[in-house]
């Protein structure tokens, strides 16, 4: 859970007239993360693809052209299927013909179509001006020009150009300007007049733009009819194309595989990772097809430290591994690398290069929602401790506390199940346990706030004493409790943070427990005595008093919460010249000289243990918004007022604000609400109107927890939390072969 699964290198030896039938049954087990030769043996090269490659790869990358000419998607997949090398060949080729001419046929008429277009978009200004196309061009001692500018200013620069001669037609906001000048066109440009180009065409635009849009109607036409065949193809053989670039895939990877072999004349070695219990069914799925014409050797079962060096490395004898048979024999002798020597595991040891296992993360299945969040960073190196499970167990608490209502619990529950259970992709499969759980805590924390939609009505028909038994501290009454999430904010952040440090601890112990203590232990040190520091009775009268001191909320007061005095920390103090300090801040001094001993540069981040720690206030922050956008939406609606430091709703109590005036004076009513109107009219209207903004308001402030409460709750995670221990960088196991989904091989 804590660590990935351990992962064993493995190297499958063997004759090369067995290579296909091992590189196929390596396919189909779908075990083997292979790792490429990278030509450090000598007397191995990297292997050629196999007879074949090539042709597939022409004929996959034809499929997929097709695939997306057709827009075929998964849902055209339909049954599976077996694709045989002679549809590949002639059914491939009949269904190319047919789409790529109706492919052809659809983008000359589309070329067509955006033709007519333009011609239509340059003749409408013509039809609007009105006047034929022929007496518009012609003429020997007169310029023309069509265009779109201001007929006083066209007007204007002719008379000041000295144009003598002149005529302005103005037709649907059109101009036409007739002038006997060569300079025509240069005058307009004072007049910041924008020219048509005249077509080339004769008789009247009105006429001449009909016959356009009704050539426009036939090509639309044309263009839909090519379409609707098109569509037709894609039913007709998108199962088909899926099918077939499938089984191309496939085989494409299985010819090209050989590329990361070393490879002699006659033999060949791979290497690759495999999870160490999975091991003997790799092996024996080799051993059930190829015989003693291959030899698995498991070379070792690798542990790695921080810095991806190995510290426990397990070398297992490849011929007295479980589940394999003794030294191979390819046509009656040893497998041999070049017709004379063993290709032995101890080659495989040491020639290939030393890589790193690829991750396969390891945890429960309610816990494995959270890698997607823990990706979003990196994936985990193979040698580093997986934070998710402690991602699991603090970003619902830290999401339900600084929402906590039941009612907006119950719809981020609705909303995760919903992405959980309707979507096939993984991220948003993940996202959706996300929201079921942070749905869980936030109705968790929303009963024992005594709220639902903001609403206080928890408290009287939950709890027996009839109040719930934490408030948000919203209310003037309950303002204690603000302090109280205050100081429990900085709780969590000192427990979150110092279990970054341990881990970070636990990680360098590989280096030893000197270097762990200093570059690690230090800053838990420094941690724990600065705020020790800050809550101890060294402070008193400096600290806020809710922090420290009798009247702090830890003393139960006004909170009854158990507890017996916190505060009472200041254990010791040494007298300094001029000056004496407290125990626990020697302790923060302490754990500075260890930081600095043992890494010096980050000395200058020292303050990070009380920056970081003060970063999670913003968990009482966002409770304290996200409580206060509520109350505002409820009291826009219900109406509220005050009375003794409580708030109350006008209408879910059953007052009307004339009986809440009577009794409690007219300055009592916060907001007489919009549903609490007097008059059929205003009644109706404020029903709707309340209805309408409760609906939104609460929509707003559901949308609004995602996007603060949750990303307030990652930033946490991500920047507080694994900056302490987390740097990421692991590699994917992705296993040699396919996820069949297309096709079948029975």
Same mark, same amino acid.
């Given at each position: 859970?804590?660590?990935?699964?351990r992962?064993?290198?493995?190297?499958?030896?063997?004759?090369?007239?067995?290579?296909?039938?091992?590189?196929?049954?390596?396919?189909?087990?779908?075990?083997?993360?292979?790792?490429?030769?990278?030509?450090?043996?000598?007397?191995?090269?990297?292997?050629?693809?196999?007879?074949?490659?090539?042709?597939?790869?022409?004929?996959?990358?034809?499929?997929?052209?097709?695939?997306?000419?057709?827009?075929?998607?998964?849902?055209?997949?339909?049954?599976?299927?077996?694709?045989?090398?002679?549809?590949?060949?002639?059914?491939?080729?009949?269904?190319?013909?047919?789409?790529?001419?109706?492919?052809?046929?659809?983008?000359?008429?589309?070329?067509?179509?955006?033709?007519?277009?333009?011609?239509?978009?340059?003749?409408?200004?013509?039809?609007?001006?009105?006047?034929?196309?022929?007496?518009?061009?012609?003429?020997?001692t007169?310029?023309?020009?069509?265009?779109?500018?201001?007929?006083q200013?066209?007007?204007?620069?002719?008379?000041?150009?000295?144009?003598?001669?002149?005529?302005?037609?103005?037709?649907?906001?059109?101009?036409?300007?007739?002038?006997?000048?060569?300079?025509?066109?240069?005058?307009?440009?004072?007049?910041?007049?924008?020219?048509?180009?005249?077509?080339?065409?004769?008789?009247?635009?009105?006429?001449?733009?009909?016959?356009?849009?009704h050539?426009?109607?036939?090509?639309?036409?044309?263009?839909?009819?090519?379409?609707?065949?098109?569509?037709?193809?894609?039913?007709?053989?998108?199962?088909?194309?899926?099918?077939?670039?499938?089984?191309?895939?496939?085989?494409?990877?299985?010819?090209?595989?050989?590329?990361?072999?070393?490879?002699?004349?006659?033999?060949?070695?791979?290497?690759?990772?495999?999870?160490?219990?999975?091991?003997?069914?790799?092996?024996?799925?080799?051993?059930?097809?190829?015989?003693d014409?291959?030899?698995?050797?498991?070379?070792?079962?690798?542990?790695?430290?921080?810095?991806?060096?190995?510290?426990?490395?397990?070398?297992?004898?490849?011929?007295?591994?479980?589940?394999?048979?003794?030294?191979?024999?390819?046509?009656?002798?040893?497998?041999?690398?070049?017709?004379?020597?063993?290709?032995?595991?101890?080659?495989?040891?040491?020639?290939?290069?030393?890589?790193?296992?690829?991750?396969?993360?390891?945890?429960?299945?309610?816990?494995?929602?959270?890698?997607?969040?823990?990706?979003v960073?990196?994936?985990?190196?193979?040698?580093?401790?997986?934070?998710?499970?402690?991602?699991?167990?603090?970003?619902?608490?830290?999401?339900?506390?600084?929402?906590g209502?039941?009612?907006?619990g119950?719809?981020?529950?609705?909303?995760?199940?919903?992405?959980?259970?309707?979507?096939?992709?993984?991220?948003?499969?993940?996202?959706?346990?996300?929201?079921?759980?942070?749905?869980?805590?936030?109705?968790?924390?929303?009963?024992?706030?005594?709220?639902?939609?903001?609403?206080?009505?928890?408290?009287?028909?939950?709890?027996?004493?009839?109040?719930?038994p934490?408030?948000?501290?919203?209310?003037?009454?309950?303002?204690?409790?603000?302090?109280?999430?205050?100081?429990?904010?900085?709780?969590?952040?000192?427990?979150?943070?110092?279990?970054?440090?341990?881990?970070?601890?636990?990680?360098?112990?590989?280096?030893?427990?000197?270097?762990?203590?200093?570059?690690?232990g230090?800053?838990?040190?420094?941690?724990?005595?600065?705020?020790?520091?800050?809550?101890?009775?060294?402070?008193?009268?400096?600290?806020?008093?809710?922090?420290?001191?009798?009247?702090?909320?830890?003393?139960?007061n006004?909170?009854?919460?158990?507890?017996?005095? %916190?505060? $009472?920390?200041?254990?010791?103090?040494?007298? &300094? #010249? =001029?000056? +004496? !300090?407290?125990?626990? /801040?020697?302790?923060?001094?302490?754990?500075?000289?260890?930081?600095?001993?043992?890494?010096?540069?980050?000395?200058?981040?020292?303050?990070n243990v009380?920056?970081?720690?003060?970063?999670?206030?913003?968990?009482?922050?966002?409770?304290?918004?996200?409580?206060?956008?509520?109350?505002?939406?409820?009291?826009?609606?219900?109406?509220?007022?005050?009375?003794?430091?409580?708030?109350h709703?006008?209408?879910?109590?059953?007052?009307?604000?004339?009986?809440v005036?009577?009794?409690?004076?007219?300055?009592?009513?916060?907001?007489?609400?919009?549903?609490?109107?007097?008059?059929a009219v205003?009644?109706? %209207?404020? $029903?709707?109107?309340?209805?309408?903004?409760? &609906? #939104? =308001?609460? +929509? !707003?402030?559901?949308? /609004?927890?995602?996007?603060?409460a949750?990303?307030?709750?990652?930033?946490?995670?991500?920047?507080?939390?694994?900056?302490?221990?987390?740097?990421?960088?692991?590699?994917?196991?992705?296993?040699f072969?396919?996820?069949?989904?297309?096709?079948?091989?029975?």
């Amino acid at each position: 859970m804590l660590r990935p699964e351990r992962m064993s290198r493995v190297s499958v030896t063997g004759s090369k007239r067995v290579m296909d039938d091992v590189i196929e049954t390596v396919h189909d087990l779908r075990l083997l993360h292979v790792t490429d030769y990278e030509g450090a043996w000598e007397g191995f090269d990297p292997g050629d693809p196999m007879v074949g490659a090539d042709a597939a790869s022409e004929k996959l990358v034809t499929v997929r052209s097709l695939q997306s000419i057709l827009g075929v998607e998964d849902e055209d997949a339909g049954p599976a299927r077996i694709v045989t090398e002679d549809a590949l060949a002639t059914e491939l080729e009949e269904i190319r013909t047919e789409v790529n001419s109706l492919d052809d046929r659809r983008s000359t008429l589309r070329d067509d179509l955006r033709a007519v277009e333009d011609r239509i978009a340059t003749m409408e200004p013509f039809a609007r001006l009105g006047i034929d196309l022929d007496l518009l061009r012609g003429y020997d001692t007169l310029s023309v020009a069509v265009g779109e500018g201001d007929e006083q200013r066209v007007r204007r620069a002719l008379v000041d150009a000295d144009v003598d001669s002149y005529e302005v037609y103005e037709g649907d906001g059109v101009l036409a300007v007739f002038a006997r000048t060569d300079d025509l066109d240069s005058i307009l440009v004072d007049a910041e007049f924008t020219a048509y180009e005249i077509p080339d065409a004769d008789g009247s635009p009105e006429e001449y733009l009909e016959d356009l849009r009704h050539e426009r109607e036939q090509l639309r036409s044309k263009l839909r009819t090519v379409e609707d065949e098109l569509d037709e193809q894609r039913l007709d053989v998108g199962g088909f194309l899926l099918a077939a670039e499938e089984t191309l895939a496939i085989k494409v990877q299985q010819r090209e595989a050989p590329l990361s072999f070393a490879t002699t004349e006659n033999a060949f070695v791979a290497e690759g990772w495999i999870p160490t219990t999975r091991f003997v069914d790799l092996a024996e799925g080799l051993y059930e097809e190829v015989g003693d014409h291959v030899e698995v050797d498991e070379l070792e079962r690798a542990q790695y430290d921080g810095e991806g060096k190995v510290i426990s490395r397990e070398e297992v004898g490849g011929r007295d591994a479980p589940g394999t048979p003794d030294p191979t024999a390819a046509d009656g002798g040893q497998v041999r690398a070049d017709g004379g020597a063993d290709v032995s595991a101890e080659r495989g040891v040491h020639g290939q290069t030393n890589t790193n296992p690829p991750v396969i993360q390891k945890n429960p299945s309610g816990v494995r929602a959270y890698e997607t969040l823990v990706q979003v960073i990196n994936r985990p190196k193979y040698s580093e401790i997986d934070p998710t499970i402690f991602v699991f167990l603090t970003f619902p608490i830290f999401f339900g506390l600084m929402i906590g209502d039941l009612g907006y619990g119950l719809l981020y529950m609705t909303l995760g199940w919903f992405l959980a259970t309707r979507f096939d992709n993984p991220a948003i499969k993940s996202l959706g346990g996300v929201g079921i759980f942070a749905g869980v805590f936030t109705a968790i924390f929303g009963i024992l706030y005594g709220e639902i939609f903001g609403l206080h009505v928890l408290g009287e028909v939950v709890w027996p004493s009839g109040s719930p038994p934490f408030h948000k501290g919203l209310q003037p009454h309950y303002e204690q409790y603000a302090l109280l999430w205050l100081v429990v904010s900085v709780l969590f952040g000192i427990l979150h943070l110092a279990i970054g440090w341990i881990v970070d601890f636990y990680q360098r112990l590989d280096h030893g427990f000197g270097e762990a203590m200093l570059e690690s232990g230090s800053w838990l040190v420094m941690m724990f005595g600065l705020w020790a520091w800050i809550f101890s009775y060294a402070l008193e009268g400096t600290s806020p008093g809710f922090m420290v001191g009798p009247d702090s909320v830890f003393n139960g007061n006004p909170v009854a919460l158990g507890f017996t005095g %916190l505060p $009472a920390f200041d254990l010791f103090t040494i007298p &300094v #010249v =001029g000056m +004496a !300090l407290s125990g626990w /801040l020697v302790v923060f001094l302490v754990g500075l000289v260890m930081l600095v001993a043992g890494e010096p540069i980050e000395a200058v981040e020292f303050l990070n243990v009380l920056v970081n720690v003060l970063s999670y206030t913003r968990l009482a922050a966002v409770l304290l918004a996200k409580a206060g956008m509520a109350f505002v939406v409820n009291l826009l609606v219900f109406g509220a007022y005050e009375h003794h430091g409580e708030w109350h709703f006008i209408f879910t109590e059953g007052y009307t604000v004339s009986e809440v005036t009577s009794k409690y004076g007219a300055e009592a009513v916060m907001f007489p609400g919009l549903v609490n109107g007097e008059g059929a009219v205003a009644v109706v %209207l404020g $029903a709707i109107g309340g209805i309408l903004l409760l &609906v #939104v =308001g609460h +929509a !707003l402030v559901l949308v /609004l927890g995602i996007t603060s409460a949750g990303l307030q709750a990652v930033r946490l995670e991500y920047v507080e939390f694994f900056g302490k221990f987390f740097e990421g960088g692991g590699e994917t196991y992705s296993p040699f072969g396919y996820d069949r989904r297309y096709t079948t091989e029975d």
